[in-house]
Each structure stands twice: as structure tokens, then as C-alpha cells.
């Protein structure tokens, strides 16, 4: 792989995106945690260190820190203001269980990291990313128990890579946006982990049970469409968000 395009995430972002996660947690955030309930990955009593990989500001694990007091969080991430930000959050609500530190998924602090978690998690990011070969190297190899994803999956032998570039207007060649959202093969990441070890695979389908208004603008954002059926769709510009929770362990 070429080196990563990190300036979508380290110059140009939408920074409500992860302000407005502090308030109200996303939905998907609230399901992957029920659902890693449901499986007995973890309760309320849990005291297992959890490592966040693309933390950004640390809102997820804000989030956890509430439902699962007694565990320890590590978040990583890029961009240094987020890190910075976040840390401020967690100071200035007292919480020392929670810190974030720059740290980047392509290369990891082995020495550092390795062996020193029970569960890795990582929200919103892997799909965000070129591929998930190398990230995915680099966590199995940091040797956690567990590693759960909430991510962009398809039930298939079919990955896509899908980057898109968003304009300011028509007249212009040059996007003032790249972002990658690329869907990957639930059997083909399976095969992956237990060539590694984690033998052991599991994955849901979101389905989402609130409803999301369609935007006005026609960027990106995510919004719901009910089919016949009852079902909701989510729906994001142009592309169909195909959400998946998906652990693999030991
Ligand atoms: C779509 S955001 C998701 C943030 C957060 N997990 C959430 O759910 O709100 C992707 C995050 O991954 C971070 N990121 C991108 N590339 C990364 C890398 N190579 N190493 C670590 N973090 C990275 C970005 O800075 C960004 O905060």
C-alpha cells in the first residue's frame, strides 16, 4: 500500500461530527455496546483495559467509561488537536480511567501496546481508511483477546474500495474532500483473523431503529429509508451504508 492520505483527517473535517457525540452518542454506538453485551464481551462489572483505535475526541469511550466504569481506556489517534481536546474533556470531568495519545493504526508502539489489552475496539474508522490488510496486521499483532469493529461490511465475496470527492460546486475540478468508504468481505475478513489466531468470528448487521432526516445538502450524512417491509435503510450521498458489528477472538 502507498502511504496513507492522512489530510482528510488531520486538515479538513467536520468537527460537529464528534463534538455533538459527547451529548448524544450515536445510535450505532449504543448498539455495537448492547450487542458486545448480548455476546458476554463485557458488563458493568468488567474491569478489562480497552484500547480505541481512531478514537478522535474520545467520545465513544466517554460513552463506555458511563456503562462500564471499572475498565481502563486508551484511545489513539492522528490528529494531536483531538487528542489534545479530548484530554481536556476527560480533565475537566475528572476522569483519569480515559486518555487518549497520538498514535497511528499503520504503526503502532509495539513494545508499548503489545500484550496489555483485553479488548480492542474501533468505531467508524476502519472503513474510513485505504484497505484493512495493514491495519488489521498491525492490531492482531498487538495481541488482545478480542477485537471488535463497527464498520462498512458486506455478507459476501465481494470487497469494494470506493474513495469519493466531494466539490464545492460544479465548476470546480478540484474536490475540497477525499474520503475513502470502503466495504469490505465478511468471509474474507474471517479467513484473515483466523490465519492469525482468532479463530473465533462473529458479526451483526446494524439495523438501525430510529428514524434520520435526509439532509438538505446533498453531501455526505447519513439519513433512513424505510422499505415495505419495515426495514430502515441508511442511506449517506450517493452510497448505500452497509453497517456491520463484527469480533473476533482468541
Ligand atoms: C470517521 S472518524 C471516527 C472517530 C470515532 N471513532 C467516532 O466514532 O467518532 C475516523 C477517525 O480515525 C482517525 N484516523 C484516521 N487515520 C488514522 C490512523 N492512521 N491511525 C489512527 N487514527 C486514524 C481520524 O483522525 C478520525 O478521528
Redesign the pocket.
Known amino acids: 500500500m502507498t502511504k ?1 492520505r ?1 489530510e482528510e ?2 486538515k479538513s ?1 467536520n468537527d460537529d ?2 463534538n455533538r ?1 459527547f451529548k448524544t452518542p ?1 445510535r450505532s ?1 449504543v448498539k455495537f455496546c448492547e450487542w458486545l453485551e448480548k455476546i458476554k464481551i463485557i458488563d458493568s462489572e468488567s474491569n478489562q483495559k480497552i484500547l ?6 474520545g ?2 469511550l466517554y460513552y463506555m467509561k458511563k456503562l462500564y466504569p471499572n475498565c481502563e481506556y486508551l484511545g ?4 494531536n488537536d ?1 487528542v489534545e481536546e479530548g484530554n481536556l474533556f476527560f480533565k475537566n470531568e475528572k476522569i483519569d480511567s480515559c486518555k487518549l495519545e497520538f ?4 504503526k503502532l508502539d509495539r513494545e508499548k501496546l503489545a500484550n496489555k489489552y483485553d479488548g480492542i475496539i ?4 476502519l472503513s ?2 485505504p484497505g484493512y490488510e495493514k ?1 488489521l496486521e498491525e492490531l492482531t499483532k498487538l495481541n488482545s483477546n478480542w477485537l471488535a469493529f ?1 464498520s462498512l461490511f458486506y455478507d459476501g465475496l465481494v470487497d469494494c474500495k470506493i474513495e469519493l470527492s466531494e466539490f464545492e460546486n460544479e465548476s470546480t475540478d478540484t474536490p475540497s474532500n477525499k474520503t475513502f468508504y470502503n466495504i469490505y468481505s465478511l468471509p474474507k475478513i474471517k479467513h484473515f483473523f483466523a490465519e492469525r489466531g482468532y479463530t473465533k468470528f462473529q458479526f451483526i448487521p446494524f439495523e438501525i431503529d430510529i428514524e434520520l432526516a435526509k439532509p438538505e445538502h446533498s453531501h455526505m450524512q447519513t439519513y433512513t429509508e424505510e422499505l415495505k417491509n419495515g426495514t430502515k435503510i441508511q442511506r449517506s450521498g450517493p452510497l448505500l451504508m452497509s453497517w456491520y458489528f463484527i469480533i473476533a477472538q482468541k
Open positions: 496513507q492522512t483527517w488531520t473535517y461530527y464528534f457525540q450515536y454506538t480505541d483505535i481512531g478514537t478522535g475526541k467520545s465513544n489513539l489517534d492522528i490528529n483531538f498514535g497511528d493504526i499503520y474501533s468505531y467508524q474508522t474510513w481508511l491495519p463497527s
